[in-house]
């Protein structure tokens, strides 16, 4: 920048001075950077803005009266409106929901946490009282532990009881175990 | 750090002569606007091109939500404009911009039209930018339909019309152009390929024409 610059030994002060080549590409890139800038801004926060939305937080949905649960995990559906941009639509869910030794009713997801299979209670003769994956024999216990192959506990959807029905929200990762 | 990269790649594919050869040519001083204020008249081609540029961009992002279909082709103009952030800047970019380019378009063809530019040995090239005019005109009304709303819908109808009315190759310009016997779903697909594929690539070529005939021939000399 300052190497062909003449030195000059009386003064104390060295002024960096520019040439005009340099202040012309200077002013001719910052301009050109800003005209292409200030519109790919927009649009790429426009790209990207599916990351900066909050994640919707599920309402809770009326499942199934809870006289209808037993010890035994059983499956339940229900529907939940799913709105996925411009496009709205009642989607099925399933839970496997059942009571813990101290009678408080639990509903687990039964989205493998291994690859995303769907599992099911006693879904395989050779293991009794596990949820099943027919992917990959994954298994699990009833609170959800996983017991082989899976990296991680299944998901469990948090219960609301009122007026005697069970209500459930959108999954979260299992606090049972 | 930018100049040491720089550095390392010209070091093994000497880079710098092809973009001096693109960047290093003459402007004389006749369209300049430092010089004679009234040489801005100069300056149209190279707007066009960047609004051109500013509607690419703005198009890719758009695809990004739009779907050319028509049970959701106005639904998801509806949400990307407001819904998603900056939705109406990029769709009013694409939109006005559109006007804008056949504007500026206009303006440089009036400006090589009046300072006699078209003339010995640039004739290929206004034949070229001809074609490129034709192909941004394409490219408006290949796009006004994809909203899908009653403007886009009755204006197309119109155009369509118009287009069937050519002597004997009429009708089938019109089934062509509407992929079926009416104006509707395999319209929009068609308008929609037509507008994000077909007509952008036969411009890009026409542009790379466009821009190597005036660098080889030189801008045309004062009046």
Not at chain 1, 126 to 133: Q, R, T, V
Not at chain 2, 6 to 32: K, Q
Request: aromatic content about 14%; charged content about 20%; hydrophobic content about 45%.
């Amino acid at each position: 920048m300052s190497g062909e610059h003449n030195e000059q030994p009386k003064k104390s002060v060295f002024r960096k001075e520019m040439s005009r080549r340099q202040f012309l590409s200077y002013t001719l890139g910052g301009s050109g950077a800003f005209m292409v800038g200030v519109p790919l801004l927009y649009n790429v926060r426009f790209a990207v803005d599916p990351l900066l939305k909050p994640d919707a937080d599920g309402e809770y949905v009326k499942v199934v009266e809870v006289s209808e649960v037993t010890q035994e995990p059983q499956s339940f559906q229900f529907e939940r409106l799913i709105v996925d941009g411009w496009y709205k639509n009642d989607t099925t869910f399933e839970a496997w929901i059942s009571k813990d030794e101290s009678g408080n009713i639990f509903a687990l997801s039964p989205v493998c946490k291994h690859l995303g299979c769907t599992v099911k209670w006693n879904g395989s003769q050779d293991f009794s009282d596990e949820y099943f994956c027919p992917c990959h024999a994954a298994r699990y216990t009833k609170d959800g532990k996983n017991l082989t192959v899976a990296p991680a506990p299944l998901d469990e959807y948090p219960v609301k009881i009122e007026d005697g029905w069970v209500y459930l929200s959108t999954t979260k990762p299992n606090s049972r175990v | 750090m930018l100049k040491k990269m720089y550095n390392w790649i010209d070091e093994r594919l000497d880079i710098t002569p092809m973009w001096r050869d693109v960047a290093d040519h003459e402007v004389p001083e006749h369209v300049n606007p430092a010089h004679h204020f009234s040489a801005f008249v100069y300056c149209f081609g190279g707007l066009t091109f960047f609004i051109t540029i500013l509607q690419i961009l703005s198009g890719m992002f758009l695809t990004m939500y739009y779907v050319p279909d028509i049970t959701n082709a106005y639904k998801s103009v509806d949400f990307l404009q407001h819904e998603v952030a900056f939705g109406v800047i990029v769709r009013g970019m694409h939109h006005w911009g559109a006007s804008l380019v056949i504007v500026m378009m206009f303006l440089h063809t009036l400006r090589v039209f009046f300072t006699g530019s078209y003339k010995a040995p640039r004739e290929m090239n206004w034949v070229v930018g001809m074609l490129i005019f034709m192909v941004m005109l394409g490219l408006g009304f290949t796009g006004y339909l994809l909203p899908w709303d009653n403007k886009a819908y009755f204006a197309t109808k119109v155009g369509i019309q118009i287009a069937a009315s050519v002597p004997l190759l009429g009708p089938y310009i019109e089934t062509f152009l509407q992929g079926g016997s009416i104006t509707g779903a395999q319209t929009l697909t068609r308008f929609f390929a037509l507008h994000v594929f077909f007509l952008p690539g036969a411009l890009f070529a026409l542009l790379a024409g466009h821009f190597i005939m005036i660098r080889k021939q030189g801008i045309s000399g004062p009046l």
